[in-house]
């Protein structure tokens, strides 16, 4: 029982994780578009 639910805590902080990087990512893409459109109107 307390190995399935260890399993679960893991496979659930993976996936929070996956999250946060996923939305970090979609940070940094739109940072990256920002700064290439203050570079085109430079």
Do not use: C, P, R
């Not at 639910?5 to 990087?21: F, H, M, Q, R, W």
């Not at 970090?24 to 203050?38: N, Q, R, S, V």
């Amino acid at each position: 029982m307390t190995k399935i639910l260890l399993s679960y805590k893991i496979k659930n902080k993976g996936e929070i994780l996956v999250l946060e990087l996923e939305q970090f990512k979609l940070e940094i893409d739109a940072l990256t578009i920002e700064l290439g459109e203050m570079g085109a109107s430079l």
